[in-house]
T-cell receptor, first 111, second 110 residues
């Protein structure tokens, strides 16, 4: 059983399109996150939800909108994709401020 | 704003040599975590340090948290090719999130 699963694994799309990435965790963790990892491997937090409530919203373009239907799911919707959005997006979860369990990542390529 | 600096950016070692990566913060951290990311993989949680001066060991890996809780290190003794990857520290201040360092990419030559 995968602890944090995100889909799709790869996403290639044209500029201007809208796309979604889904994430689910079966660990019973109360906090979920979205991170962006750029080509230089730098990990930057985008959003964090605790029990479906948004608690961290970093300076991210409002084209990015997270949605948490329940505490086991955190999806990321991106409108009007731009070339600069190309990156690997990781979903993660944790219990309070314990260690993060990361999903396997979604490699987004905008062409 | 808060920032965790990590050095070196890259380290190439011969198998059997030791390796150390360092993280530094200009302000006191509440705690610090360490992660390993294999090439093409995702970050995997290794350990969390909370107390001033704390030292923890996991087989050949030794983790330290400085007395002032502003720096931390990860030391690998006698590296193996399975140690290849990028090692990240992530420091927490008094907020609800961790700030990741820029990572140290370790390459081990057999």
């Amino acid at each position: 059983d995968t602890a944090v699963s995100q889909t799709p694994k790869y996403l290639v799309t044209q500029m201007g399109n809208d796309k979604s990435i889904k994430c689910e965790q079966n660990l019973g963790h109360d906090t979920m996150y979205w991170y962006k990892q750029d080509s230089k491997k730098f990990l930057k937090i985008m959003f964090s939800y605790n029990n479906k409530e948004l608690i961290i919203n970093e300076t991210v373009p409002n084209r990015f909108s997270p949605k948490s239907p329940d505490k086991a799911h955190l999806n990321l919707h991106i409108n009007s994709l731009e070339l600069g959005d190309s990156a690997v997006y990781f979903c993660a979860s944790s219990q309070r401020l314990g260690g993060y369990t990361f999903g396997s990542g979604t490699r987004l390529t905008v062409v | 704003g808060q920032q965790v600096m990590q050095i070196p950016q890259y380290q190439h070692v011969q198998e059997g040599e030791d390796f150390t990566t360092y993280c530094n913060s200009s302000t006191t951290l509440s705690n610090i975590q360490w992660y390993k990311q294999r090439p093409g993989g995702h970050p995997v949680f290794l350990i969390q340090l909370v107390k001033s001066g704390e030292v923890k060991k996991q087989k050949r890996l030794t983790f330290q948290f400085g007395e002032a809780k502003k720096n931390s290190s990860l030391h690998i003794t006698a590296t193996q090719t399975t140690d290849v990857g990028t090692y990240f520290c992530a420091g927490r201040y008094n907020f609800n999130k961790f700030y990741f360092g820029s990572g140290t990419k370790l390459n081990v030559k057999p």
